[in-house]
């Protein structure tokens, strides 16, 4: 499963697998190298297989590391699994690896994030998306005067300025040095001789084509392969030996290879097409099993596939995938078609998904949670696939609620809002005789517009789910809905209405015996309204007690919010080591979970424990970081006086120590670092303080001899101050508390049902 880091787009860290097995193509290397030093935008064509993706992923690995040093993003965004021409934004910005939590567009995100900074954006299969693709890159090239386009495809944008790099099929040489290549990785000994170099001109050096004939050598000769390759030449010339179109010569070629499969063999060929981008062994045995091909068959027949080149295999964060290439794929996908089975696999496909979603939203109350993370960041493009299905099916709405409404642990608890957003208002426009889906559904969306500060289609959501669940007497949708809206209170800083309905909530879910993150979330949320309201040992109470719940089950996420809570009172409590020690461990689960919100949080206060250990200039720097950060947030620290009350005292501290200019100077250091080195920054504990610097009292900056424990009440009583009549208040160091990103970021919940079950409403 997966970790932080997406295992499709390449954006940092070693190169994809393509590059290990690039061979030849030195001088259209060199040649692409000087195009993209030339012209901003450059397309790579050519018919499928003959090698565009490869050289375009080779290309962008030497400008980010040779010629052009001063690269600071790189990105590859396969678009080939994008079905929905809206989507091709959201993956350009997962592609990039950015994070958006406000309801501002992917564009806006893309625009904001990339100004001012060298980029090369590499567009892989966008010939079926070429409208919204052309679009979209004559925006960004026109808006970002340092982004450079590398575009793949079979077609031109056909946009002014586009330079095109037409790819042929390989020479004869190269051809001839492929195939040997191919046959050495599987451990057979091809000398270059007539009967190989007449086989690779007959298939026109197109590198899928050779890849797939070096895949039969285990059973045929070349001469063997050669003279099958002629039989169906003939046949489709006429008798002839008339060379075919080179399209026509991959698809011969495909077919060809097809036709030497088993029947078991293309079967499992064409039911491997329903797939998006790449797929796991325990799905293609539910998905493509039956109907002539047993379940305990499939991995044999997968390993016969894999030898013959048709799938290839690849290590990811989340285990063992496999892929087909799309010119494979397609073929397969025909197949499916003309045997009438299309329909049948894609909700096959759909059910698997389900139930995968179904029982990660489980697991993510539990040890596995940062499986959970990394298994759903793989099989994303499979989910949106199952959630088109869904949505775009009318008998079907009700499972295309449950699933988007089942994800909402990665909406919410893995950075991606704005996608689930759209897929959660998609679901609930269609009507359906299954209250209980459109209930969940209607909830996650309440608590996602919330996160992005939309308060009043928040408020929307959540009355219709609570008015439809009275009237179903569903007591689950009841209590995530009064839950929502406690949090929806926080936002608007309410906090005794905040406090009511979240204790009310937590009351339900003991009741019905539920316990899991969202409630562990409701218990830290709780905590911030006490907090707020100056009752400082009791928010202490509860999160102590929530982070002992959490290391019981094993939940990470939950209990990062509750360490957030738990280090402001050590802050406040003259102890900013512990203060430090809880920040770095709730921001290293953050960080992984792709937090940004719990991210910046946790960097604001660090900026002031830092203060407060004596280093100005550190904490002038982790500042200037979070302030880059902020505005995919939402509104920096939300409006929130309770926020922002520790940035202003950091910055007060910090400004008195080192003079306004040497602070404006450390500031706009600290704005410069992209968000992993920020996080690396603010981990690196040798920067505590400077040797020998004595620490200083964070409200006046006045150096001081030890730190000076407040009384719990005056404590209680800081932490409160300035509590009313802002947007702002405070949904819990989810930090969801401002007017932007809601209230309780990560599914608010409720009090511990210490026994219950581990349903997610």
């Given at each position: ?74 990105g590859r965004v396969e678009l080939a699994a994008v079905r929905d021409a809206q989507f091709v934004e959201y993956a350009v910005v ?201 379940a305990e068959d499939v991995l044999d027949v997968l390993s016969e596939l894999l030898s013959q080149s048709v799938v290839t295999r ?448």
């Open positions: 499963m997966r970790g932080p880091q997406p295992p499709g787009p390449w954006t940092d860290g070693d190169p994809p697998a393509e590059l290990s097995a690039f061979v030849g193509r030195s001088a259209e290397l060199a040649a692409l190298d000087a195009a993209l030093g030339r012209a901003r935008l450059v397309t790579v064509t050519g018919m499928g297989g003959v090698g565009k993706s490869r050289l375009a992923v080779r290309a962008a690995a030497r400008w980010a590391s040779g010629g052009a040093a001063d690269a600071a993003v790189r997962e592609a990039l690896g950015l994070t958006d939590h406000t309801t501002r567009t992917p564009r806006q995100v893309l625009l904001e994030h990339l100004a001012g900074r060298p980029v090369l954006l590499v567009l892989d299969g966008f010939e079926h998306l070429v409208a919204a693709c052309a679009e979209l890159t004559a925006e960004l090239l026109r808006k970002l005067p340092q982004l450079r386009v590398l575009a793949v495809g079979r077609r031109p944008l056909g946009l002014t300025g586009e330079h095109l790099f037409p790819l042929a099929p390989l020479g004869e040489e190269e051809a001839v040095l492929l195939f040997t290549s191919r046959a050495r990785e599987q451990g057979l000994a091809v000398a270059d001789g007539a009967g190989v170099r007449e086989l690779c001109r007959r298939l026109e050096g197109i590198p899928l084509a050779l890849e797939l004939a070096a895949g039969r050598l285990r059973t045929l000769s070349p001469e063997q392969l050669l003279q099958r390759l002629d039989d169906r030449f003939r046949l489709l010339t006429g008798g002839g030996r008339d060379a075919l179109p080179r399209h026509r010569t991959l698809r011969t070629a495909i077919g060809w290879s097809h036709e030497l499969c088993t029947p078991a063999e293309r079967l499992l060929w064409a039911r491997l097409s329903v797939f998006a981008q790449t797929f796991d062994l325990e799905a293609a045995e539910y998905v493509c099993s039956g109907d002539g091909l047993p690849e290590e990811t964060p989340a285990g063992p995938r496999y892929r087909m290439l799309d010119t494979v794929r397609a073929y397969g996908a025909a197949w499916l078609e003309a045997a009438g089975d299309a329909e049948r696999l894609r909700r096959r496909h759909r059910d698997w998904y389900l139930g995968l979603a179904t029982l990660c939203e489980l697991d993510w109350f539990s040890p596995r949670q940062r499986e959970v993370a990394a298994r759903v960041e793989a099989e994303l493009p499979n989910l949106r696939v199952a959630l088109d299905f869904s949505v775009t099916e009318p008998e079907e709405a009700h499972l295309g609620q449950y699933l988007a409404g089942s994800l909402w642990f990665c909406w919410v608890g893995c950075g991606r809002l704005a996608e689930g957003r759209r897929w959660l208002e998609r679901s609930v426009e269609l009507r359906s005789p299954y209250a209980q889906a459109r209930l969940k559904a209607l909830w996650v969306l309440g608590y996602v517009a919330i996160l992005q500060g939309d308060t009043v289609r928040a408020l929307q959501a959540l009355r219709a789910c609570r008015e439809e669940a009275e009237r179903e007497a569903d007591a689950t949708a009841l209590a995530y809905a009064e839950h929502r809206t406690g949090c929806l209170a926080l936002v608007r800083d309410d906090m005794a209405g905040a406090e009511t309905l979240l204790r009310s909530a937590l009351a339900r879910y003991r009741e019905i015996g539920e316990l899991n993150s969202n409630v562990l979330m409701g218990e830290v949320e709780l905590a911030m309204t006490r907090a707020f309201q100056g009752d400082l040992p009791g928010a202490v109470r509860l999160c102590e007690d929530v982070r002992r719940v959490c290391e019981e089950h094993g939940e990470r996420w939950a209990r990062s919010y509750a360490l957030y809570v738990l280090a402001y009172a050590a802050w406040l409590g003259g102890d900013p080591a512990g203060a430090r020690e809880l920040l770095a461990d709730c921001l290293a689960d953050a960080h992984a979970f792709r937090d940004l919100l719990a991210s910046v949080l946790v960097m604001e206060l660090l900026a002031l424990v830092t203060v407060t250990e004596g280093d100005a200039a550190e904490a002038a720097v982790l500042q200037g970081a979070a302030s880059r950060l902020w505005p995919s947030v939402g509104l920096p620290l939300f409006g929130s006086a309770h926020y922002s009350a520790p940035h202003e005292q950091c910055e007060a501290a910090a400004r008195k120590a080192l003079g306004d200019a040497r602070y404006e100077e450390c500031v706009r250091e600290g704005a410069g670092l992209g968000r992993e080195a920020a996080v690396a920054r603010a981990l690196r504990r040798d920067r505590a303080r400077p040797p020998g610097a004595p620490p200083v009292c964070a409200s006046t900056g006045v150096p001081r001899a030890a730190p000076r424990a407040p009384a719990r009440r005056e404590a209680g009583a800081r932490w409160g101050d300035g509590e009313a009549g802002r947007d702002g208040g405070g949904a819990g160091p989810d930090g969801e508390a401002g007017s932007r990103e809601g209230a309780g970021k990560r599914e608010p919940a409720a009090s511990p049902a210490r026994k219950g079950g581990e349903t997610a409403g």
